[in-house]
């Protein structure tokens, strides 16, 4: 699935779970927040958000409106960025990026959040406590990341069957790249002197 749909499709779950049973008439204008590392959001997330919306009957000016919060490089600036947007009293929070996911949930137990979480485990990130039940206000989607990671170490050695040393780069400030890596690195060992090593 491309990233375009993807986030249509995550869209498409957010307008239809804390809205649900709302007349489409309604005066009040609904606040959503995004909250990313992406700094700009870039467009073709902007875009998929506004459409999907648009496809559910929120309008931007109209009857809902986007606040839009990114740290960049700046990560530290996520728990005040997610603090500053529930004390504006948002609907929801959308989140993209583990980093970001935890800064919404540290700031709030209440406002809804959804989230995309990149990590791809979201027990051992600790955003929710169990996929069957995750309690709390916590929603959305999950990678398979952390599955992932091996399965692409073994892709790389059947395409170069000498390779011994795999290189890896991550931010160990985000948990969920971390997990991935982790992964990797417990699947790297195929004997012989191969290592994964941390960068």
Same mark, same amino acid.
């Given at each position: 699935m491309r990233r375009r749909e993807f986030i249509t499709s995550l869209v498409s779950t957010l307008v239809a779970w804390p809205f649900a049973g709302l007349a489409q008439t309604a005066s009040k204008v609904y606040r959503i927040a995004v909250l990313s590392t992406d700094k700009p959001l870039p467009e073709s997330i902007f875009t998929a958000i506004v459409r999907a919306l648009a496809s559910h009957g929120y309008m931007p000016d109209r009857n809902v409106a986007l606040e839009l919060r990114a740290s960049g490089d700046h990560w530290e600036q996520l728990p005040q960025l997610a603090k500053d947007l529930v004390a504006s009293n948002v609907d929801v929070i959308l989140t993209f990026s583990c980093p970001a996911a935890v800064a919404a949930k540290n700031a709030t137990r209440t406002i809804p959040i959804v989230v995309t979480e990149s990590g791809g485990d979201p027990v051992a990130t600790g955003l929710v406590k169990s996929l069957s039940r995750p309690d709390g206000n916590v929603t959305g989607v999950s990678d398979m990341a952390i599955e992932l990671a091996p399965k692409r170490?073994?892709?790389?050695?059947?395409?170069?069957? *000498?390779? $011994?040393?795999?290189?890896?780069?991550?931010?160990?400030?985000?948990?969920?790249?971390?997990?991935?890596?982790?992964?990797?690195?417990?699947?790297?060992?195929?004997?012989?002197?191969?290592? *994964?090593? $941390?960068?």
């Open positions: 170490l073994e892709v790389l050695k059947d395409m170069v069957p *000498t390779l $011994r040393t795999v290189a890896m780069l991550w931010n160990v400030n985000d948990l969920g790249m971390t997990l991935r890596y982790q992964a990797a690195a417990d699947a790297g060992n195929w004997g012989s002197g191969t290592t *994964t090593r $941390r960068a």
